[in-house]
């Protein structure tokens, strides 16, 4: 019970990684606020865990709109008590070329993914700062924040601006008790790839890229989230956590 009665904020909790960082923390005896663009979906993550007798509080979040953000790191405080942990899941990618990539889709993915990190983090640092209390930041950076991949360039500039975000808060909030990092992960399965998986080219072509031989399931990464975010590792700080398969290890000839 590494979370017990912590309180545990995620970001797109709604679907994939965050909603299993939402059920991994609550396993481990976290309070839990669910922040989703879906409102159904948060509350369904949020449902589940209280069937299971833990505690969960859904939010209907909007990333990119700073008042949203606000009321659900208030929000949050007030239903679970106090704030310990935030996650930053919520994220979106395009596919396609950046010769034909629209400014719209380019500002919405720089916006959700980047700017989407930026503002919970500021709100929930600020709150932390102010109560003299500590807490922990765990960022969803990406392989494609370390390296790059075809038809991916605002999602792959946004997540290397997260990889600098999550080092920047590192360094300036550390004295002030806060420590930040991120995961990158490689392929995971969630609805945000799954039409990947239809194809079976694509799939086999997902497995050769890892070392593993295989795409990750979505506990995986919350799992190396939550070890982030475990006090017992508490002089991790400014890390970006490869959970890739090996994949950024090197090309296989
Ligand atoms: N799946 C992968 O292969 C993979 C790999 C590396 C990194 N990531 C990152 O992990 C994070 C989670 O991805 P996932 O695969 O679980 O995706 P997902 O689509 O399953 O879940 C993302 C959630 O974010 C929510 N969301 C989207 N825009 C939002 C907004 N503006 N405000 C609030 N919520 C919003 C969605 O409603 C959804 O519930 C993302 O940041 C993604 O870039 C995923």
Redesign the pocket.
């Known amino acids: 019970m590494r979370f017990r009665d912590r309180g545990v904020l995620v970001?797109?909790?709604?679907?994939?990684?965050?909603?299993?960082v939402c059920f991994a923390a609550a396993e481990e005896g976290a309070r839990v606020a669910v922040?989703?663009?879906?409102p159904a979906?948060?509350e369904a993550t949020a449902a589940e865990i209280r069937r299971r007798k833990g505690e969960a509080h859904a939010f209907r979040?909007?990333?990119?709109?700073p008042a949203?953000v606000a009321q659900f790191v208030e929000g949050a405080e007030t239903a679970l008590g106090r704030i310990d942990v935030l996650v930053?899941?919520?994220?979106?990618?395009e596919i396609v070329s950046v010769l034909d990539l629209s400014w719209e889709e380019w500002q919405r993915v720089i916006?959700?993914?980047l700017s989407?990190?930026f503002l919970p983090s500021q709100a929930f640092a600020r709150r932390i700062v102010a109560a003299g209390k500590t807490g922990q930041i765990v960022n969803?950076?990406?392989?494609?924040g370390l390296m790059a991949a075809p038809n991916r360039a605002a999602?792959t500039a946004?997540?290397h601006g997260?990889v600098g975000l999550t080092k920047e808060m590192a360094l300036e909030l550390g004295d002030r008790g806060i420590r930040v990092n991120a995961?990158?992960?490689?392929?995971?399965?969630?609805?945000?790839?799954e039409r990947y998986f239809q194809d079976p080219a694509y799939a086999q072509a997902i497995r050769d890229i890892h070392a593993l031989g295989r795409?990750?399931e979505?506990r995986e990464?919350a799992n190396a989230i939550l070890f982030l975010a475990d006090e017992a590792n508490g002089f991790i700080t400014g890390t970006i956590l490869t959970v890739d398969g090996g994949w950024t290890t090197g090309k296989r000839m």
Do not use: F, H
């Not at 995961?183 to 969630?190: D, F, K, L, S, Y």
């Open positions: 970001t797109g909790g709604g679907s994939g990684i965050g909603q299993q922040g989703d663009l879906d979906n948060a979040l909007e990333v990119t709109d949203s930053n899941s919520a994220g979106i990618r916006a959700v993914n989407g990190t969803l950076a990406s392989t494609l999602y946004s997540k997260v995961v990158a992960p490689g392929v995971v399965r969630t609805p945000l790839t795409w990750a979505p990464v």
